[in-house]
């Protein structure tokens, strides 16, 4: 899982403001994932993609954007729409495999909201 | 949708004694079971995953059992170490031949102590 990289590790954001957080993979993986981690809770996945210039909501989409313009590549934008963006934002990505594949996660983005 | 419950929240053992935790899963189309552990700050890992057809898996002191009728999953970590200590995570997918969509549980926090 050393092959997908998230930038910035922290994140600092006024209300009102959209931010874009970055994820790369040099997996070969055609699946890439966004997921929200918030403090007691589980991972709760926000947007998903299986293939370039296209992807799919999850169960939190509200408030977020993505596009998947690369395969490498795919950007989360957190939205002034989202009400509660503070939280730790974790990406992944897999092989389409039967059955489901082993997802690996990137070291996360800390995004904090003034 | 899919929903996972997790117990328990929390659990202490002694350095060596085995440690169990437990899943739930909703949907009986579920078929792609994984264990996350995540140390604190850190992204989490895969430790061991388990398909629909299989009942159990082994690795090391690590193992996970699957009852369908149940629909219920285990992960069982024996001989434990103070380096077991993190949160796990349990996840349940059901999407075979499309990006493993995983629903996770809430978590379960580990400490061994000595």
């Known amino acids: 899982d050393g092959g997908i990289t998230q930038s910035p590790k922290y994140l600092f954001r006024k209300e009102g403001q959209n931010v874009t957080l970055s994820c790369e993979q040099n997996l070969n993986h055609d699946a890439m994932y966004w997921y929200r981690q918030d403090p007691g809770q589980g991972l709760r996945l926000i947007y998903y993609?299986?293939?370039?210039?296209?992807?799919q909501k999850g169960d939190i989409a509200e408030g977020y954007s993505v596009s998947r313009e690369k395969k490498e590549s795919f950007p989360l934008t957190v939205t002034s729409a989202q009400k509660n963006p503070t939280a730790f934002y974790l990406c992944a990505s897999s092989i389409l495999e039967t059955g489901g594949g082993q997802q690996f996660f990137g070291p996360g983005t800390r995004l904090t909201v003034l | 949708g899919e929903n996972v419950e997790q117990h328990p929240s929390t659990l202490s053992v002694q350095e060596g004694d085995s440690a169990v935790i437990k899943c739930t899963y909703s949907?009986?189309?579920?078929?792609?079971f994984p264990w996350y552990k995540q140390e604190l700050g850190k992204r989490p890992q895969l430790i061991i995953d388990i398909r629909s057809n299989v009942g159990e898996k082994k690795d090391q002191r690590i193992a996970v059992t699957l009852n369908k009728t149940a629909k219920h999953f285990s992960l069982h970590i024996t001989e434990t170490q103070p380096e077991d200590s993190a949160v796990y995570f349990c996840a349940a997918s059901k999407y075979p031949g499309t990006a493993s969509k995983l629903t996770f549980g809430t978590g379960t926090r580990l400490q061994v102590t000595l």
């Open positions: 993609s299986q293939i370039v210039n296209d992807f």
């Open positions: 949907d009986s189309a579920s078929n792609y």
